[in-house]
């Protein structure tokens, strides 16, 4: 158990370090660009929360979709009357400015990558050597990896011990359930909720589309539709947000969402970052 475990540390440090130098460029390229549009997106989610909800049901993407300008023009309308006049013309040269510089550093990019094959080949090989080390730690008798894989095993043990820190008491490694139509159910996590038990999905967008959604309606029938996500970073769980709310369309729905970074619940403090109930018309 000991040596597998200092194989997979050494792989992983190996292709963590490979991958940096190739990271790093990637990074110094989109940093100003990315950090313009993601104030703006910030914004955006502070001043018009409704129009933001409304651009992700049109479209799971969600302000993705959007350009720079389009999303500083959503945020001007929200905070100046509507009698005043267009957008500052300064502010749109500069979302264009942005937008154009981007461009400009996605170029310089994508030549750097054509430089970055070899490191690529490179780590495709450590990628397989660390698969190799995964496979040994998933036959190690961890009930966690057994169920889920390495990967998925680490996302689930981290998501359940942030909520139980925050005061849940957590089942990580739950019996199916059965929903409404008979169906069973198999969820990463279930909580206690103020309501009775809740299903838990720990949500990468890492399974094709179809079985996410299939997932999703399964934890919404088994749970009078609610639905509860833990996502890894802040910028998927902005993703998931996206692509659930476009999802549910017009069905009900309560929707509780965190990430493993940001979520830090603590004494009474609400764990779930992100939290949206929506009911049929006339209930």
């Not at 790093?24 to 100003?32: F, P």
């Not at 703006?40 to 989610?45: D, F, I, K, S, Y």
């Not at 170029?107 to 080390?133: F, I």
């Not at 890894?232 to 929707?255: D, I």
Request: proline share 6%; aromatic share 2%; with cysteine.
């Amino acid at each position: 158990m000991d040596t597998d475990r200092q194989i997979h540390d050494i792989s992983l440090r190996q292709l963590e370090a490979l991958l940096d130098a190739q990271t790093r460029l990637r990074k110094v390229a989109e940093g100003v660009a990315l950090e313009a549009r993601r104030q703006m997106e910030r914004l955006a989610v502070v001043l018009c929360p409704q129009e933001v909800d409304e651009v992700r049901r049109r479209s799971p993407e969600g302000l993705e979709a959007l350009s720079l300008s389009q999303i500083a023009d959503m945020v001007l309308t929200a905070v100046q009357p509507a009698h005043r006049l267009a957008p500052p013309d300064d502010l749109r040269r500069r979302c264009v400015e942005a937008e154009e510089r981007a461009e400009s550093l996605a170029q310089r990019l994508r030549a750097a990558e054509g430089r970055a094959a070899e490191a690529a080949a490179e780590a495709a090989l450590l990628r397989q050597r660390l698969h190799q080390a995964e496979q040994a730690l998933a036959a190690s008798g961890d009930p966690l990896l057994a169920r889920h894989g390495p990967t998925r095993g680490a996302q689930v043990r981290a998501a359940a011990t942030l909520l139980a820190a925050a005061g849940y008491a957590v089942d990580s490694l739950p019996d199916p359930l059965t929903t409404a139509d008979g169906e069973a159910f198999l969820p990463d996590l279930v909580v206690q909720g103020p309501e009775g038990p809740l299903p838990v999905e720990v949500e990468d967008l890492s399974r094709p589309p179809q079985e996410r959604a299939g997932r999703w309606a399964a934890i919404c029938r088994a749970s009078a539709n609610h639905l509860c996500l833990v996502a890894p970073n802040p910028r998927q769980r902005e993703a998931v947000c996206s692509e659930v709310l476009f999802w549910a369309g017009t069905r009900p729905l309560t929707l509780w969402v965190t990430d493993l970074q940001q979520g830090q619940g603590r004494s009474g403090e609400t764990v779930w970052l992100v939290r949206r109930e929506r009911r049929v018309i006339g209930r």
